[in-house]
């Protein structure tokens, strides 16, 4: 069974960064392709970033240039570095795996909250 846990979420002010991380279960290089995606209240779940084991990226196009998405898979880990936060960036952010590059996972963690405010 896939366990994805998700931990570096927190409260930050405009401007600041943040690094998430997504340990795994199992050997990640099972999984071609490992994400990020975010929900905030009231909206649907949004790709943040996606990353396959070759190292090719997706991202959306309200982080690029401020987000970078990167794998260790000595580590069973996936990172998210999140810098130039802004108030809209405020959501739950789940790790991923299973999916493509444009296409989610069944794998899901249970979510580290995110807030952006001063």
């Known amino acids: 069974q896939v366990q994805l846990v998700e931990s570096g979420g927190g409260l930050v002010q405009p401007g600041g960064s943040l690094r998430l991380s997504c340990a795994a279960s199992v050997i990640l290089f099972r999984f071609a392709v490992m994400g990020w995606y975010r929900q905030a209240p009231g909206l649907e779940r949004e790709l943040v970033a996606v990353i396959t084991s070759g190292g090719t990226t997706n991202y959306a196009d309200s982080v690029k240039g401020r987000f970078t998405i990167s794998r260790d898979n000595g580590k069973n880990t996936v990172y998210l570095q999140m810098n130039g936060l802004k108030p809209e960036d405020t959501a739950v952010y789940f790790c991923?795996?299973?999916?493509?590059?444009?296409?989610?996972?069944?794998?899901w963690g249970q979510g580290t909250q995110v807030t952006v405010s001063s």
């Open positions: 991923n795996a299973g999916g493509s590059l444009r296409q989610k996972g069944d794998f």
